[in-house]
Nanobody, 124 residues
């Protein structure tokens, strides 16, 4: 089992920044690719970003590319999502998730563990 706990969400004005953290406990954190997803009200959950085990490879959704940065610290069992130039359309509950088989990083159904989510609200 892997337990994931997100933090760092909140209310921010458009153009501002937030950094989300996801702390993992349980099995070896470095064995897992780590992803961030989000779900806005009335919408399906969508992929935001993923970082592979060693941290050397990352992928982003087009909607956040150039504004968001995913990173990880395997010594601290933590993955981060730095969000800059936030827009109202970034408002959502943000979830981190752990994926053992990193080949399937784009498929939500393949992720093995999920956090409870943290709310991000961007005001105009």
């Amino acid at each position: 089992q892997v337990q994931l706990v997100e933090s760092g969400g909140g209310l921010v004005q458009a153009g501002g920044s937030l950094r989300l953290s996801c702390a993992a406990s349980g099995r070896t954190f470095s064995n897992y690719a780590m992803g961030w997803f989000r779900q806005a009200p009335g919408k399906e959950r969508e992929f935001v970003a993923v970082i592979m085990r060693s941290g050397g490879t990352t992928y982003y959704a087009d909607s956040v590319k150039g504004r968001f940065t995913i990173s990880r610290d395997n010594a601290k069992n933590t993955v981060y999502l730095q969000m800059n130039r936030l827009k109202p359309e970034d408002t959502a509950v943000y979830y981190c998730a752990a994926l053992l088989n990193s080949y399937y990083w784009l498929s939500q159904d393949e992720y093995d563990y999920w956090g409870q989510g943290t709310q991000v609200t961007v005001s105009t």
